[in-house]
């Protein structure tokens, strides 16, 4: 299993290097400009559409923005903003959170794009049922000589999205915070309990498709959001008076390359703090991945520039607010400092100083909802990579295989799943940019139409 963790590790390594990066955030940054930071000035109107003012149940599509938006976030608002963050913390310090904050900020742009792109450029699987997702809008708007192309993301996305990490983490969640307390011996045979538990759960849901899915996810998300948000912002209550020390340290640490317990990071090299933010932030919003545009190419709209701009919401609530409250509650509590602890049990330690009696049954619960409810969207995605390569009847199959990796998750090292999921979403992302980079002028032309015929409504 070393040997297998070292392997992983170097495939991440590799894969995360700066012509990725310069694609991601270059590419985002690239798209941000182009549009003249168009997505951003129709703020507003994104929330708009998002609460439904303009849904029209007639039109192609088969669930509502909202439970599209719900759907992407179920996915992406979970382990990502509550073990990602403290692992980002705990090897690069405060200032990789900046560095996540890029990342939103340059992934709202990008996610303008991809989201468009999925309603665009729908396509058909092959029970003539419509999609949407990076492998459709490769071939319905580049062509069939783009196909490989689509292919190479299909392949990619059948193990990135696997529920891996989330399970991983969970697992360590309940270990830590239920039953070591409790006196009960944690190891293999406990967290297989906890993955045959897993497995029910989810098996329940996901094997009911897109519908049961969307449904799940509009109704735990926003309930566990508004949880989460509640407690940390007691936690930061609590310790008012050193949050301003502690933005300025995290603005101050992002060009600095050193770890506040002493250890130089990677040798010293600012640029590896700035690919560990990125990649955390990746993680964390997943924008130009192209995980979040298949559940966007699913929403009942005959407007694309409208699945855009909800899409767009997404690394705000997800990555600017979520993780920015992690990172508080991690930082003015002081643990990153104080203990070893390492992923979501440094979140835990934080909840449980702050609110000593209820604060990591809090974060537990919030913990269970955020991750069960991405295991039931990262089944769809995954599905959905199956059917584009082998046929809708098929697609079941891929619900065989997932269920069976959350053994896997949940019985293995966190730096392995971590490193397994990273590497295989850096190369989902390149198809996913290289694709967006090339129809963006279409994507602007659409937009100038949409947001004119807007215009003409209003005056």
């Not at 193990?159 to 990490?165: D, E, R, S, T």
């Not at 702050?354 to 990591?360: D, L, Q």
């Not at 959905?384 to 009847?393: M, R």
Request: aromatic share 10%; proline share 4%.
């Amino acid at each position: 299993m070393e040997k297998l963790d070292s392997i992983i590790a170097a495939f991440s390594s590799a894969v995360w290097g700066i012509p990725l990066l310069v694609l991601l955030i270059g590419g985002g940054l690239f798209l941000l400009i182009y549009s003249r930071f168009l997505p951003f000035r129709y703020l507003g109107h994104a929330v708009q559409v998002l609460r439904g003012k303009y849904d029209d149940p007639d039109d192609p599509g088969e669930i509502s923005h909202f439970q599209a938006l719900s759907t992407a976030l179920s996915a992406t608002v979970g382990m990502g903003n509550i073990a990602g963050v403290a692992v980002a913390i705990t090897i690069g310090g405060p200032g990789a959170v900046f560095w996540m904050w890029v990342s939103a900020v340059v992934g709202m742009g990008t996610k303008f794009f991809t989201g468009t792109l999925a309603v665009m450029y729908r396509g058909k699987d092959s029970d003539g049922v419509a999609q949407g997702g990076p492998m459709y809008f490769i071939v319905e708007g580049m062509g069939k000589a783009w196909k490989p192309l689509a292919i190479f993301f299909s392949v990619a996305a059948l193990i990135g999205a696997l529920p891996v990490f989330n399970v991983n983490q969970l697992t360590q969640a309940i270990n830590d915070i239920l039953l070591k307390p409790q006196g009960v011996e944690v190891g293999l045979q406990s967290n297989i309990i906890i993955g045959v538990i897993l497995v029910a759960i989810t098996s329940v849901v996901i094997l009911g498709g897109l519908n049961r899915i969307s449904k799940t996810a509009s109704r735990l998300v926003p309930t566990m959001v508004v949880l989460y948000f509640i407690a940390v912002s007691y936690i930061l209550i609590i310790n008012i008076e050193v949050i301003p020390s502690y933005f300025k340290l995290i603005l101050t640490d992002a060009f600095s390359a050193t770890l506040y317990k002493g250890e130089p990071l990677y040798g010293g090299i600012l640029g590896a703090l700035i690919v560990l933010g990125i990649k955390r932030g990746a993680f964390s919003n997943e924008a130009g991945i192209g995980t979040a545009p298949m559940a966007h190419g699913a929403a009942k709209t005959a407007q694309p520039i409208r699945e855009g701009l909800v899409a767009m919401l997404g690394p705000a609530i997800d990555t600017l607010i979520v993780c920015t409250l992690t990172a508080l509650a991690i930082l003015v509590t002081g643990v990153w400092e104080s203990t070893e602890a390492n992923g979501v049990s440094l979140t835990a330690t934080a909840f449980a100083k702050a609110i000593p009696s209820a604060g990591k049954y809090i974060l537990l619960v919030c913990i269970a909802v955020f991750s069960i409810s991405s295991l039931f969207s990262y089944s769809y995605y995954g599905s959905k990579s199956l059917s584009f390569l082998a046929g809708a009847k098929n697609k079941k199959y891929y619900n065989i295989f997932y269920i069976g990796s959350i053994m896997l998750g949940a019985t293995t090292s966190l730096s392995m799943m971590i490193n397994l999921i990273d590497g295989v979403f850096a190369l989902m992302a390149i198809p996913t940019m290289l694709a967006t980079l090339y129809m963006a002028p279409r994507v602007m032309k659409e937009a100038k139409k949409y947001f004119g015929s807007f215009k003409k409504s209003k005056g």
